[in-house]
């Protein structure tokens, strides 16, 4: 059975960091490409970052320079590191298995979800 479990999520202040995690189980964890996507209420969910099983990476222009994506193979584990966060940065935070990001990192290339973690930013 295919698990994607998210953890990290917080309040902070406007500013502030956050690391997400992100345990996958059940599946060929090195076989995908591993995304987080964002979702704030009454928005579509969003693209935010990415990393191919070379390691190269993806982000959003919305966090550039901001947020960094990496992976632990051996731990089947994800991360996402947000630093300089933002009151737009508030949203539900979703862990994703993509088939590939050549598409850029996109809902329909998402084979497996986790179940999100929530990060709120306060100004």
């Known amino acids: 059975q295919v698990h994607l479990v998210e953890s990290g999520g917080d309040s902070v202040q406007s500013g502030g960091s956050l690391r997400l995690s992100c345990v996958s189980s059940?599946?060929?964890?090195?076989?995908?490409?591993m995304g987080w996507f964002r979702q704030a209420p009454e928005k579509e969910r969003e693209g935010v970052a990415a990393i191919d099983p070379d390691g190269t990476t993806t982000y959003a222009d919305s966090v550039k320079g901001r947020f960094t994506v990496s992976q632990d193979n051996a731990k089947n584990t994800l991360y996402l590191q947000m630093n300089s966060l933002k009151p737009e940065d508030t949203a539900i935070y979703y862990c994703?298995?993509?088939?590939?990001?050549?598409?850029?990192?996109?809902?329909?290339?998402?084979?497996?979800w986790g179940q999100g973690t929530q990060v709120t930013v306060s100004s």
């Open positions: 994703a298995a993509l088939s590939d990001c050549w598409g850029g990192v996109v809902t329909a290339a998402v084979a497996y």
């Open positions: 059940g599946y060929s964890y090195s076989g995908y490409c």
